[in-house]
């Protein structure tokens, strides 16, 4: 028996061994690697297929959140200028009040300067011609208060000026 020539146990023990192992590939091994290919396929196809889901809902949220944040400038501008408006009427009214009781006060200062430039010439009056007389008396040498008193020399004095 040569190699041109088998034996024909070999050929046989061969083949049934062939046979065996193909068909537990067939049946056994190809089935379960279709199933893993399968499986990677799927998740594969479903990972691309959730990504651009997840991709589109966030480009959804992303629309969104820039709406919001475009409505939420605009009220807080809308709110800036609310409170410039507010600031600068508040502003004026202060303006205005102060200028109230600044001119209350200097109509009350020229009111009580009035009463004391009255106060003063009374008192001038008073004080200036008992002086004079005082003095009046001293150079003649007698007192003249009752001169001054009966004549009323110093009221004419003044009404003259």
Request: with cysteine.
């Amino acid at each position: 028996m040569g190699p041109l020539e088998p034996d024909p146990t070999e050929i046989i023990v061969g083949l049934i061994c062939f046979f065996l192992i193909f068909g537990i590939l067939g049946r056994i091994i190809l089935p379960r690697l279709e199933q893993t290919l399968a499986r990677r396929e799927d998740a594969i196809e479903g990972g691309a297929e959730r990504a651009r889901a997840a991709m589109a809902e966030a480009e959804d949220t992303y629309t969104a959140y820039r709406q919001e944040l475009a409505a939420a400038q605009h009220e807080a501008a809308r709110i800036r200028q609310a409170a410039a408006e507010e600031g600068a009427a508040l502003i004026t009214a202060a303006r205005e009040q102060g200028q109230r009781e600044r001119e209350e006060l200097v109509a009350a200062a020229h009111a009580q300067i009035a009463v004391d430039q009255a106060l003063a010439a009374i008192t001038l009056r008073e004080n200036v011609g008992g002086l004079a007389t005082d003095l009046a008396g001293r150079i003649i040498g007698e007192p003249l208060d009752a001169f001054a008193a009966q004549r009323g020399s110093v009221e004419r004095f003044f009404a003259d000026r």
